[in-house]
């Protein structure tokens, strides 16, 4: 299977501690994006990389969010300090890159309790 | 900022019942309109793209079509594997990001 994948796919953790979640991309494909949804909403845009550069984060990004790309391959998004409300799914997603618009795939997503 | 309203909420269908979920937006400088399907605990699956207005995409049962303000996703004779939450979102100016609306629960029943 070549498509988007994440892990792991259920964290539950107390609040306070920190949590790390992994995604890989299309091998493909430059961007690769995170989002968060919680139940009943759409998926909420948190951040973007192309390659390894952070492009654009969501004003709503709390500091306690930091995401990385450090080889323009797999990312990681940390959250430290988690709080009640950081329960959701959060799920990434790749693209192409280049002067059109294309579309994302999204992977199966990890789903976040925070207790 | 951009908006995406998706109506109706959910949406209860028999089977071969057709209909059409809406998708209103008001973006600056649309670059395109995303359909997915998601099914419940999964990641959103990729359905269409549409780019400008009177642009039609078809696959299987669903199609969509898109005008300045709106976009269409008709569902003919659905079945009961149709079943699920389906996004709208939108990419507009110069960012990446996709703008998601909250999306039509659709069941459909035998």
């Known amino acids: 299977d070549t498509g988007v994948s994440q892990d792991p796919r259920h964290k539950i953790t107390k609040r306070g501690q920190n949590v790390t979640f992994r995604c890989d991309p299309i091998s493909e494909h430059n961007r690769l994006y995170w989002y968060r949804q919680t139940l009943g909403q759409g998926p909420e845009f948190l951040t973007y990389?192309?390659?390894?550069?952070?492009?654009?984060k969501s004003r709503l990004l709390s500091d306690r969010f930091s995401a990385e790309r450090p080889k323009g391959s797999f990312s990681t998004l940390e959250i430290q300090r988690t709080e009640q409300g950081d329960s959701a799914m959060y799920l990434c997603?790749?693209?192409?890159?280049?002067?059109?618009?294309?579309?994302?795939?999204f992977g199966p997503g990890t789903r976040l309790t925070v207790t | 900022e951009d908006q995406v309203t998706q109506s109706p909420e959910a949406l209860r269908l028999q089977e071969g019942e057709s209909s059409s979920l809406n998708c209103s937006y008001t973006?600056?400088?649309?670059?395109?309109l995303f359909w997915y399907r998601q099914d419940p605990g999964k990641g959103p699956e990729f359905l269409f793209t549409?780019?400008?207005a009177g642009e039609e995409k078809e696959k299987e049962r669903l199609k969509a079509t898109l005008t300045k303000k709106e976009s269409f996703l008709h569902i003919t004779a659905p079945k009961p594997e149709d079943s699920a939450t389906y996004l709208c979102a939108v990419q507009a100016g110069g960012g990446n990001k996709l703008t998601f609306g909250t999306g039509t629960q659709l069941k459909v029943e035998l």
């Open positions: 973006v600056s400088g649309l670059r395109g």
């Open positions: 997603a790749s693209s192409l890159a280049g002067r059109g618009t294309y579309e994302q795939y």
């Open positions: 990389f192309q390659n390894e550069a952070q492009l654009e």
């Open positions: 549409l780019y400008s």
